[in-house]
């Protein structure tokens, strides 16, 4: 990932307040020796989404701060289809390796899934350790190939991520093609009845 720190995001924060104002949402800037909960522009937040940029050089005009941050969380109003809250991941040093989650995208149409069984995912967000600039925005994995039985572990993912430390063991299994449950049934039936006409 390339780093552009002229790229700045200039963000206005507000001190939080009990009124409500739905032109900013409430945020959290944090990180372990830092804490600033604030309100911020739900415009500007809307610009970040729309350029699908995770990783933001931020200037916080009023408070003075210029640093990178991380969008750790959104949390919707379902109902509304609305942002409600932000959480954003402050990085102290970009050369330092940090822990986060970063989450599981799947692509394509899987060989199983397209006969009936479904794609299970267990681990939808995975663990890793590393630095800013070597930093996915998700990892995506391609299922066009897996059959009914077939899994996705740590270590199938590992091989193109070496720069990243998994925290995880290397034969954790991401997702895994299962047979429908639905469909197994009427499978157990059906030979039940063939075994039956067979007697």
């Known amino acids: 990932m390339y780093i552009n720190k002229k790229k700045i995001l200039n963000i206005f924060v507000k001190k939080r307040n009990k009124k409500k104002n739905n032109k900013y949402i409430p945020c959290i800037i944090y990180n372990k ?43 919707y109003n379902i109902l509304r289809n609305k942002i409600i809250h932000i959480d954003f991941y402050k990085i102290d040093n970009i050369n330092l390796p940090f822990i986060s989650y970063v989450n599981v995208k799947i692509k394509g149409n899987s060989i199983g899934v397209l006969k009936g069984a479904i794609c299970n995912i267990p681990l939808k967000k995975i663990k890793i350790k590393t630095t800013l600039k070597n930093y996915p925005k998700n990892f995506k994995i391609d299922i066009s190939n897996l059959d009914i039985g077939d899994k996705i572990y740590i270590k199938d993912i590992y091989k193109k991520n070496k720069n990243i430390k998994f925290l995880h063991s290397c034969n954790k299994i991401i997702l895994s093609i299962k047979k429908n449950k639905i469909n197994k049934e009427k499978e157990e039936t059906t030979k039940k009845n063939e075994n039956k006409n067979k007697k």
């Open 33 to 75: 020796n830092y804490n600033l909960q604030c309100n911020i522009s739900l415009l500007e937040i809307n610009k970040i989404l729309k350029n699908k940029e995770y990783i933001i050089y931020l200037n916080i005009k009023n408070y003075k701060n210029k640093f990178y941050v991380l969008i750790k969380d959104i949390q």
